[in-house]
């Protein structure tokens, strides 16, 4: 069974970071794609970056460049998100989600993956 774990999430002031994890298991990353979204109260969920399979071309939403980085360890079937001055808006909760993909590229959009973790919360606030 294939399974997405993240961690990492809590509380923490504006400008400060964070990294968050997705452990897989149940199969290796190698050939997947990897992408993390957020979704904040009320709002629909946000495709902020993602990670492809073999070559790791990583691409971000204008909301977090320069800001978050991805990268992946396969050798621990475990994908980053560092997340660096954080604002209040960044609130949300974090999933991350893999897709099958072989070929180069990854999708920023929900709809391009199969496979979902939990999600773990982030929140940013004085």
């Known amino acids: 069974q294939l399974q997405l774990v993240e961690s990492g999430g809590g509380l923490v002031q504006p400008g400060g970071s964070l990294r968050l994890s997705c452990v897989a298991s149940?199969?290796?990353?190698?050939?997947?794609?990897i992408g993390w979204f957020r979704q904040a109260p009320g709002k629909g969920r946000e495709g902020i970056s993602c990670?492809?399979?073999?070559?790791?071309?990583?691409y971000y939403s204008d909301s977090v460049k320069g800001r978050f980085a991805i990268f992946r360890d396969n050798a621990k079937t475990t994908v980053y998100l560092q997340m660096n001055s954080l604002h209040p808006e960044d609130t949300a909760v974090y999933y991350c989600?893999?897709?099958?993909?072989?070929?180069?590229?990854?999708?920023?959009?929900?709809?391009?993956?199969?496979?979902w973790g939990q999600g773990t919360q982030v929140t940013v606030s004085s």
């Open positions: 989600a893999a897709d099958f993909r072989p070929a180069a590229g990854c999708a920023m959009e929900s709809r391009g993956y199969r496979y």
């Open positions: 990670i492809s399979s073999r070559a790791g071309s990583t």
């Open positions: 149940g199969f290796p990353l190698d050939y997947y794609a």
